[in-house]
């Protein structure tokens, strides 16, 4: 058994992170170093996952009343 993951083994482009999605923004890695795209990731996960408040703050800002 080896400790590689199968993307490894096989020599493929992947990243062992999770791209986080935001409903307006781009999506970003949780790797710094990370080149790949979007395709290539394993783990996709939505930003209210991790706390992220970024659709909170672009809901208030299109429900102002002016």
Not at 24 to 47: N, Q, W
Request: hydrophobic fraction near 30%; charge should be negative; glycine fraction near 6%.
């Amino acid at each position: 058994m080896t400790e590689q993951c199968r993307a490894c083994r096989l020599g493929l482009e992947h990243c062992h992170g999770a791209l986080i999605h935001h409903p307006f923004h781009r999506p970003e890695c949780t790797e710094d170093d990370c080149f790949v795209s979007a395709a290539d990731h394993d783990l996709h996960i939505d930003c209210s996952a991790t706390g992220c408040l970024c659709e909170d703050v672009a809901s208030r800002s299109t429900h102002r009343v002016g």
